[in-house]
Structures are given as structure tokens and as C-alpha cells.
């Protein structure tokens, strides 16, 4: 239920407020959820609220290794990271996410943002 209420709530205050209240759960649920945080870890990216991709980014990090969305999520952690001018922590999650099994798609926009990041700091 949690993930349909994501990915079809239009009002984002409430779908902010929704989501902080709710808890991880764990067992057959915890994929699920993690599919949902993910939505609105896309959501928030595209509403400009980095802190907030951050905040459930770091979540994703730490307990949701397991989803099969954990590379994309760190890959939107990163990027929230360097749109707040934290480079140096969005490069090092890059690092973690290319020692892993990734997509072809995904080893191109690593690569991509990679380039970016150094030109970025070069200026």
C-alpha cells in the first residue's frame, strides 16, 4: 500500500509528511518499501529538494543494500550531494558504486557525472 500511496499522492506536503512518519519495515514488506523511498527519492530530485534525497539517500545506504534499486539510489545520493557542493562525499560514493554490478546505462551516467565533478573542481 505504502508504494502505490507514493507513486500516485499528487500533493507533495503531504507526501513529504507521509513518508518521514513512516517506519522501515523489515521481512517480505522491506522490498516494497525501498521501491517507494526510491519513487520519492525521484520525486524529490526533480522538486529541487536535495536535502531530502540526501536524508533517504543515506537510509537506502545503510539498510536498503539488498533492493535491487540501491545502485540508482546512491547515484541520486551523489548527485544531491554535489548540487550541495559536496563533492568530495559524492565522489566517494561514485567509488562505492563502481566496485559493484552495474548497468551499462549506469556505468555510462557514472562515468558522465564523474567528468562533470572534475570539471566542476577545476574551475
Known amino acids: 500500500m505504502f ?3 507514493i507513486s500516485t499522492e499528487k500533493d507533495w506536503n503531504l507526501l513529504k509528511a507521509t513518508v518521514q512518519s513512516y517506519t522501515n519495515p523489515t521481512g517480505k514488506d522491506s522490498s516494497f ?3 517507494a523511498i526510491y ?3 525521484e520525486r524529490a530530485l526533480v522538486f529541487g ?3 531530502l534525497v540526501i536524508r533517504y539517500g543515506r537510509q537506502f545506504q545503510k539498510d536498503g543494500k539488498s533492493n535491487a534499486r540501491y545502485p540508482d539510489a546512491l547515484f541520486m545520493l ?3 550531494l554535489s ?3 559536496n563533492d568530495s562525499e559524492a565522489s566517494k560514493i561514485l567509488e562505492e558504486l563502481e566496485k559493484q ?3 551499462v546505462k549506469l556505468q555510462s551516467q557514472i562515468a558522465e557525472f564523474k567528468s562533470e565533478l572534475k570539471q ?3 574551475q
Open 3 to 5: 508504494f502505490l500511496y
Open 33 to 35: 518499501y525501498w521501491n
Open 39 to 41: 519513487l520519492f527519492m
Open 49 to 51: 529538494e536535495s536535502d
Open 78 to 80: 551523489s548527485y544531491s
Open 83 to 85: 548540487d550541495l557542493k
Open 101 to 103: 554490478n552495474l548497468t
Open 120 to 122: 566542476s573542481g577545476a
